[in-house]
């Protein structure tokens, strides 16, 4: 949070009310989800280009402009992304109003985790998967039987989408005479439909699913072939077999060509590699930078099920999008004062969504501004402010009371009006878009004006709309306690506390031990 530099991605910025917008879409990548997606959008009268990698294949006859080649760099904003992409045979620059990133997921092999050498008779779960489909011969029998061995979810957490393509290995291996399969696990994870049904089936059909709570299975090496040993979950004894075949899950993530978008986002280390933070703030196929969306694996999403949902949910979000229009009366967007600023870049540096650019001078963008008001408090010289936003950044109420009570809009606001009004009898509540408009020299002015205690309630870790808003409060709010304690004020009369808009109970507890505190005052 400290310190991104400041990168050339943002020094090019440009703002859509100074250029046309487009309403073209880049799709990155990389399977058939790239393409569907081009469809569904051009039957909703968008134009996309759909960028492949140069070592992935694509349909023969795709219903979508196709390109191959890599992103080098992306800068601007929502209706204008400007995009150099280098194919096989020159650099080119091409303008986008929006961006999905639909690439299939990058596999990283277990094998290794396991200290084995590889071989012909092992196998990647999709390698062995891909294999099977293009007509590959499994070996001959050594014995009456064949014996194949799957690991799964042993060394590291696994997908969901791993056990799917399990199982339908499985079906594929139903067909084979005189085929045993073993499952080596610790989780199976059947969260899909109909897959607990698809499990329990080949169960009954015969395959072994051993279930290991701790005491992994060791695999020993020699020139006959691999050996495993292990001891029995539920009888506890000591067991060996000898596979003709071993397959290992593998780890999905998204591809590294997800990093020139990450670039576009001084957030990104808190969620990188995804483009979506894990919250409940992003549920959908959004991202924290308007125009910029993420399906599937760019999400850390790669079941089938999810993935089908996302084709529709970007296409929603891209129609949603193109009909908003920037409020050119600047109300509810931050506004830079270009008399005060000495482009420091601050706020550039530290906006969660991306929404600042430099070209002459730092600019706000009126679309991917959230008015979470990070920028307005980190500025150093003050030269940043957000217009008031309706029934939000004021207090609640009419009448002044002893206890303020600073709440996100989104998270806190929603907790206090569950609250008995008895126990708020003496709690002014004072709603901000979000935890991270609070500064240190604001709670101090409280106390300045006479309140006997103060609490800032933010969202918990993980679920902020602008990422680290609360994180910063939260400094924000040890920093004041620190001058209170050394003017001679008690600093438990200022305390931060973690809430959601379905825990009202925090904020209770928050208020009554305040209350016990200050009541000598």
């Known amino acids: 949070m400290s310190g991104r530099v400041?990168?050339?991605?943002?020094?090019?910025?440009?703002?859509?009310?100074?250029?046309?917008?487009?309403?073209?879409v880049l799709i990155l990548g990389g399977d058939e989800y790239g393409i569907r997606i081009a469809e569904v959008l051009k039957n909703n009268a968008f134009d996309s280009t759909v960028l492949f990698e140069p070592n992935e294949k694509y349909p023969a006859n795709p219903k979508a402009e196709i390109v191959q080649g890599l992103i080098l760099n992306i800068s601007g904003f929502m209706g204008n992304f400007s995009v150099q992409i280098e194919t096989s045979s020159n650099v080119t620059h091409s303008k986008f109003g929006y961006i999905v990133a639909a690439q299939p997921p990058h596999r990283k092999s277990k094998i290794n985790a396991f200290a084995i050498n590889d071989s012909k008779s092992i196998y990647n779960l999709s390698e062995f998967k891909d294999y099977l489909k293009s007509g590959g011969r499994l070996p001959e029998r050594k014995d009456r039987w064949r014996h194949i061995a799957f690991f799964f979810d042993l060394k590291g957490s696994s997908e969901v989408s791993q056990f799917e393509t399990l199982v339908s290995v499985l079906d594929r291996l139903e067909t084979e005479d005189r085929l045993q399969p073993y499952v080596f696990t610790r989780n199976l994870k059947v969260a899909s439909p109909g897959l607990d049904a698809r499990f329990r089936y080949h169960r009954q059909r015969g395959v072994v699913f051993f279930k290991f709570d701790n005491g992994d299975p060791v695999i020993n090496q020699d020139e006959n072939g691999s050996v495993i040993t292990f001891v029995e979950p539920?009888?506890?004894?000591?067991?060996?077999?000898?596979?003709?075949?071993?397959?290992?899950?593998?780890?999905?993530?998204?591809?590294?060509?997800?990093?020139?978008?990450?670039?576009?986002?001084?957030?990104?280390?808190?969620?990188?590699?995804?483009?979506?933070?894990?919250?409940?703030?992003?549920?959908?196929?959004?991202?924290?930078?308007?125009g910029?969306?993420?399906?599937?694996?760019?999400?850390?999403?790669?079941?089938?099920?999810?993935?089908?949902?996302?084709?529709?949910?970007?296409?929603?979000?891209?129609?949603?999008?193109?009909?908003?229009?920037?409020?050119?009366?600047?109300k509810g967007v931050a506004s830079v004062d270009h008399g005060k600023c000495t482009f420091c870049l601050t706020c550039l540096r530290l906006c969660p969504h991306g929404a600042i650019g430099f070209i002459s001078r730092p600019e706000i963008d009126p679309l991917s501004c959230r008015a979470c008001g990070?920028?307005?408090?980190?500025?150093?010289?003050?030269?940043?402010?957000?217009?008031?936003?309706?029934?939000?950044?004021?207090?609640?109420?009419?009448?002044?009371?002893?206890?303020?009570?600073i709440v996100c809009a989104k998270s806190g606001l929603q907790a206090a009006a569950k609250i008995k009004a008895g126990i708020l009898?003496?709690?002014?509540?004072?709603?901000?878009?979000?935890?991270?408009?609070?500064?240190a020299a604001s709670l101090l002015e409280y106390f300045r004006d006479g309140a006997r205690g103060v609490i800032v309630a933010g969202c918990f870790k993980g679920n902020c709309a602008s990422i680290y808003g609360s994180t910063l409060a939260e400094r924000r709010v040890g920093y004041a306690a620190e001058i209170l304690n050394q003017?001679?004020?008690?600093?438990?009369?200022?305390?931060?506390?973690?809430?959601?808009?379905?825990?009202?109970?925090?904020?209770?507890?928050?208020?009554?031990?305040?209350?016990?505190?200050?009541?000598?005052?």
Do not use: W
């Open 374 to 405: 990070v920028c307005v408090v980190e500025c150093p010289m003050g030269a940043i402010e957000i217009r008031p936003l309706g029934d939000f950044t004021h207090s609640t109420e009419t009448v002044s009371r002893p206890i303020k009570l």
């Open 234 to 290: 539920l009888l506890g004894e000591q067991m060996e077999l000898t596979p003709d075949i071993m397959v290992f899950d593998e780890i999905l993530g998204p591809t590294d060509s997800l990093k020139p978008i990450l670039n576009l986002i001084p957030s990104s280390p808190a969620f990188a590699p995804y483009l979506q933070p894990e919250s409940s703030r992003f549920q959908g196929v959004e991202t924290p930078k308007a």
């Open 292 to 330: 910029i969306y993420a399906v599937g694996p760019s999400r850390g999403v790669f079941d089938i099920e999810s993935l089908n949902a996302d084709v529709q949910a970007v296409t929603v979000a891209i129609l949603k999008a193109s009909m908003e229009k920037p409020d050119l009366s600047g």
């Open 6 to 24: 400041t990168q050339s991605v943002f020094l090019k910025g440009v703002h859509r009310i100074q250029e046309e917008a487009s309403s073209k």
């Open 425 to 439: 009898s003496d709690v002014e509540i004072i709603a901000l878009q979000c935890a991270g408009n609070v500064s």
């Open 487 to 521: 003017a001679g004020f008690d600093p438990e009369r200022l305390e931060f506390t973690s809430v959601a808009g379905n825990t009202p109970e925090t904020v209770v507890e928050a208020i009554m031990k305040l209350k016990s505190r200050i009541h000598h005052y």
